[in-house]
């Protein structure tokens, strides 16, 4: 690791004031992405902003139409929340599934969605669930927040400060995970709402994308079988020595079709 | 058997410590005016080094020396030399290029030693080491283990042609030959065994400190041997004589061969320490571990098996490629020869048997012994072998392996491959394994998994292994450089407690409460009583170390000497105080006394009359009672068994999971069941490990290794595990004094071809009969894809 100064801010706009003023700041979560990359000098920040004193940040409120999260709030309590196991269980499930018990009790969503890692989960859930991320400056949709591989709408300095989850139907989210990191080698997530359908694939990109010919198909019908015949191309999908574009697409369709069963 | 003795399910005196975290580790230990040292190493498979610039890197803070490959040999550092000489088949001697510690010209496999940056902190010698500018002429490396001894493959050593370090043979040829010529029925098969990364859970370190006033060096590392690093190191690499060098390995978390090796960084800190009059400690880091502890396994072969119309095997021809990566590791050569080759005949009555080993450098890590080493080579091959040829032959495969295994009454067995087995029942191992795995109720668990939409298969393998390493004149003649026996010492202090010096080092196996054990049912007293003391070469005798499941065999057999003398000592006052004749004296539950009489003397007693000899036969016998044996073992000790193992493979996904594993094992006389247990619950993991999940890939162009973190090495885990159903049934060893044969290895020696003929037997109905390990999601599916394709073609 190399030195840095290091913060720690007691509200958001202290935070991105700080941010603004540093070299290279880098606000820190849970640190479970950060440290790491920062210990093997992969990442060095001039400035580390410590979010861990913005209580307003951390909680979960559940009002009739929406789950809305603070980006500080760990995996775990989302994961064990009845609250939101109530509203949207498939978030709840898919919290659960992040990594291991330590990883969940430090990781938080803000990290995670600011993070974007290619095979994370949470996008998955964003994305199909059609939320809405609130940052101290603006909010953006969904939709137009995962731009790239690690890459996200944020501006520098930005800070998420929660994210708006409108409670669906039904939802279900299947993941196969990484055989050695437990990331999601493909992760599909499924909602159903009044609007329509919504499917949003994790793992298999260079970040979570929609699924529009399973979406279509689901619309029309919304059962396992309506996905059957349907060929996912392997283009632009990811390769590694675990698993192949193609293997990929094809994991795709597999737990497009087990999420779909858990709800139809 | 007592509450504490032999046989006693006694826990674990050493967890105490383990579980509450105060062991203490090498890193744990800090010298006065320590400093602490980060190797450079090359991020190249293959390169000429044109130059090294250390200049801006000096000037950084905290830095105390930079010294390269250049400076070690300005002192006459040697090379780290290779424990094995194997000869080639004309009996020439095998490639045995130099391993310097920092190499000074060329760099050969990506982490190879560039240079050492030694600074007060960690921290600082990492800032330094990254400015040190090394300028690389990158050259083509060879990289697989097949391909490497092809024409036009880059060479990694001018002294070993087409990078062949030896091209060796075991067997007779002519025999085999003829025995194919009047075969009935062939059966061929080709497979890799994968190259896996060790991965104990405590990294490697080492601590060196050198005492001005005295000339006095000691060295802290995480080795399974301390003594056979301060030969090796002191004899041939720092030329430092043995009484003014010290080798402590202290408590190390687990080796599984890895830390048997003397490695470079050992030596590096050893002579930086005297260079500079200061301590100084490196440790590594994960990622580190990943590209400088010795790999294991990576063979890839041919075998044939020649059968009578009945099934009976004939004789065997295998010809095997392995790997031994970039340098010659210590115990490397004798890996994939006499602990493979040697093997080949398993449980089998096979009258002849041929093999070839051709051994290659490549632009990787060194490879190594790795828990089992060779012999689970040896056991995948051929298990995966008479399973095809049950197929090919339309005999049960249990049915094929019982015509052909060697008779109960065929001990002493000797093998076309050198061996001599000394006991087994082969035969109730299997019998007691099928009848606990419920064999025969199979096909009703297959049919209830195909209705979850689950293909479930089930494998099978009966092994044997060799082990209790090793009788040393046998080794000596097939080309070892060593001795293998053990020693022992074994000290009572005056007021009748134990403690028991021994040459072999525990890092995780439980000799702490095993030894103590035997000497608590022999002396009859508690184990509480008994401390064991190992690791520290100023403390111990000179012993051998821990590896080829010998501890025991060999180790505990040294113990049983010892305390033979003890006893025998301990009579002799006996007589004197109770005024009998010696053949009078009997000693049980820790007291001496006359035959036939209430005249009696406690152990406690004769330990104390032994130190305070006021009443003493001091004229026939010296005060004290303190007694030492080595033991070298007459043979090797051949633990075997039976293991089952029963999968679902996920059609749709690829995935296998491991839903039922059923192992009994002969591993001779048991001290402790409970450590039994758990050593075999820890070997199958490895071995389902290596058939399920773990892989060290490297980049066939560039050498790059691929997996070379947890993000992509997989490890398997504990939800990846089911509840294992354990036995042992339990021939003795016919040569040693406890007739112990060693549990360390055979889980991961005797699994992995269990679990991959599993695979293959859930496949099967879609027309699948190999597979590779490990067994990944992505291979299954595949198959089964093309299956499904070919099916539809049809
Ligand atoms: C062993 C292991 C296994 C894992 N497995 C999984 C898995 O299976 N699935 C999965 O989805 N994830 C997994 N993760 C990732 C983990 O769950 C976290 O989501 C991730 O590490 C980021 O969250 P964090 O709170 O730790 O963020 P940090 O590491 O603290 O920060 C990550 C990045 O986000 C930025 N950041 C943090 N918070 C904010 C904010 N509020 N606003 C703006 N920027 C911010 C930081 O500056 C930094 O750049 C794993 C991690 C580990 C170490």
Not at chain 1, 185 to 202: K, N, S
Not at chain 1, 213 to 223: G, I, P, R, V, Y
Not at chain 2, 137 to 150: G, R, S
């Amino acid at each position: 690791m190399y030195s840095f100064a290091y913060h720690r801010p007691v509200s958001a706009a202290e935070a991105e004031a700080l941010a603004a003023k540093a070299g290279e700041a880098r606000f820190l979560a849970g640190g479970m992405t950060l440290l790491p990359a920062m210990k093997l000098r992969l990442a060095q920040p001039t400035d580390l902003i410590d979010l861990a004193r913005l209580g307003d940040l951390r909680g979960i409120k559940v009002s009739g139409s929406e789950v809305r999260i603070g980006a500080m709030t760990l995996h775990a309590a989302v994961a064990a929340s009845a609250e939101v196991k109530r509203a949207i269980p498939a978030l709840a499930h898919c919290a659960g599934v992040i990594g291991d018990p330590q990883v969940r009790n430090r990781g938080t969503l803000g990290g995670s969605l600011a993070n974007n890692d290619p095979a994370a989960d949470y996008p998955a859930a964003v994305l199909g669930l059609n939320a809405t991320v609130h940052t101290s400056r603006r909010t953006i949709p969904a939709d137009s927040f995962f731009r790239g591989l690690f890459e996200t709408a944020l501006e520098p300095g930005e800070l998420i400060t929660a994210v708006s989850f409108p409670i669906p139907e039904r939802a279900a989210y299947e993941k196969f995970r990484h055989p050695a990191s437990r990331y999601a080698v493909v992760g599909v997530f499924v909602a159903r709402t009044g609007g329509g359908v919504r499917v949003a694939v994790t793992g298999a990109g260079p970040c979570a994308f929609r699924a529009t010919q399973l979406e279509q198909a689901l619309a029309k019908n919304f059962s396992p079988d309506a996905l059957k015949g349907i060929k996912i191309s392997a283009d632009g999908l990811n390769s590694d020595i675990h698993a192949a574009a193609d293997y990929r697409a094809h994991l795709i369709g597999v737990m497009a079709r087990r999420a779909v069963a858990a709800i139809a | 058997m007592t509450v504490q003795g032999i046989g006693a399910p006694v826990r674990r005196k050493e967890d105490r410590r383990y579980l509450t975290g105060r062991g203490t580790y090498t890193e744990d230990i800090n010298r006065p005016g320590q400093l602490h040292a980060v190797i450079l190493r090359s991020p190249h498979a293959h390169a000429r080094i044109l130059g090294i610039d250390t200049s801006a890197a000096a000037r950084m803070p905290g830095v105390a020396a930079i010294f390269t490959g250049a400076d070690m040999a300005k002192d006459n550092v040697g090379s780290i030399p290779c424990g094995w000489l194997i000869k080639n088949k004309d009996d020439t001697p095998m490639a045995e290029p130099p391993h310097p510690p920092l190499v000074p010209d060329r760099v050969r496999h990506v982490g190879d030693q560039v240079a050492v940056v030694i600074a007060e902190t960690r921290n600082q010698a990492r800032d330094a080491a990254e400015a040190i500018q090394v300028d690389y002429e990158v050259l083509p490396a060879a990289v697989d283990t097949a391909a490497a001894a092809k024409p036009g493959a880059p060479q990694v050593w001018e002294q070993a042609k087409n990078n062949v370090c030896f091209d060796w043979h075991l067997g007779d040829k002519a025999a085999v030959e003829a025995a194919f010529a009047t075969a009935h029925h062939v059966t061929k098969i080709d497979l890799v065994n994968n190259r896996l990364i060790p991965n104990a859970m405590e990294p490697r370190a080492a601590l060196g400190e050198y005492d001005r006033a005295t000339g006095d060096y000691t060295l802290y590392t995480t080795s399974q041997n301390p003594h056979l690093i301060r030969l090796l190191m002191g004899a041939f690499v720092l030329h430092l004589p043995e009484h003014k060098l010290r080798v402590v390995a202290p408590d190390v978390g687990g080796g599984f061969g890895s830390k048997i090796y003397h490695y470079a960084e050992e030596a590096i800190v050893t002579w930086a320490a005297g260079k500079l009059g200061r301590p100084v400690k490196w440790v590594a880091d994960r990622s580190e571990s990943f590209i400088s502890d010795a790999h294991g396994r990576d063979h890839v072969s041919h075998a044939e098996l020649a059968m009578d119309q009945n099934g009976k095997f004939l004789a065997l021809r295998v010809a095997t490629i392995a790997n031994v990566g970039a340098y010659l590791s210590t115990f490397s050569t004798c890996v994939p020869t006499y602990l493979y080759a040697t093997l080949l005949a398993g449980v089998y009555a096979t009258p002849a048997i041929y093999a070839e080993v051709k051994t290659v450098f490549t632009n990787t890590v060194p490879v190594d012994a790795y828990r089992g080493a060779g012999r689970p080579e040896a056991t995948y091959l051929l298990e995966r072998l008479v399973d095809k040829a049950a197929r090919e032959m339309k005999i049960d495969r249990v049915e094929l392996r019982r015509r052909n295994l060697i008779p109960r009454d065929a001990f002493p067995y000797q093998t076309p491959v050198a061996l001599q087995y000394d006991s087994g029942d082969y035969q109730s191992t299997l019998e007691i394994a099928l009848k606990n795995s419920d064999w025969a109720g199979f096909e009703s668990r297959r049919a209830e998994a195909k209705k979850r939409g689950k293909l479930r298969g089930i494998g099978i393998s009966t092994y044997i292994e060799a082990c209790g390493i090793a009788p040393s004149a046998v080794v000596g003649s097939l080309g070892a450089r060593a001795g293998l026996y053990e020693s022992a010492a074994i000290r009572v202090h005056p007021t009748g407690s134990v403690s028991v010096m021994t040459g072999t080092h525990s890092h995780g196996q439980g000799h702490e409460t095993t030894f103590a054990q035997i000497v608590a049912d022999t002396l009859g007293m508690p184990i509480e009583n008994v401390d064991i003391v190992h690791g520290d070469s100023s403390k111990i005798p000179f012993g051998m170390g821990t590896y080829g499941s010998r501890s025991l065999a060999v180790g505990g057999s040294a113990i049983v000497k010892a305390l033979d003398k003890i006893v025998k000592k301990s009579k002799r006052i006996a007589a004197h105080l109770l005024e009998a004749s010696e053949a009078d004296i009997e000693f049980k539950d820790g007291t001496f006394s006359v035959a036939g009489t209430d005249r009696s003397v406690p152990f406690g007693q004769i330990a104390l009359t032994a130190y305070v000899p006021h009443n003493y036969p001091i004229t026939e016998l010296e005060p004290g009672l303190e007694e030492s044996a080595f033991y070298d073992p007459l043979n090797f000790t051949y633990p075997g068994g039976c293991h089952i193992c029963e999968v679902e493979v996920d059609p749709e996904t690829g995935v296998t999971e491991v839903v039922k594993f059923t192992a009994v094992d002969d591993v001779g006389r048991v001290i402790n069941p409970m450590i039994v247990e758990g050593q075999v619950h820890g070997g199958l993991a490895q071995g389902i490990g290596q058939a399920l999940y773990e892989i060290c890939v490297y980049d066939k162009e560039s050498g790059q290794i691929l997996s070379g973190s947890y993000n992509d090495y997989t490890m398997p885990r504990a939800e990846h595990l089911p509840s294992f159903t354990v036995e042992t049934h339990n021939t003795m060893c016919t040569h040693n004094p406890l007739g112990s044969k060693g549990v360390g290895e055979v889980g991961a020696i005797g699994s992995p071809p269990a679990v991959i003929n599993a695979v293959i037997d859930a496949l099967s109905p879609l027309g699948i009969e190999d597979i590779e390990m490990p067994a990944t999601p992505q291979r299954a599916w595949r198959l089964i894809q093309t299956a499904g394709m070919a099916r539809a073609a049809e």
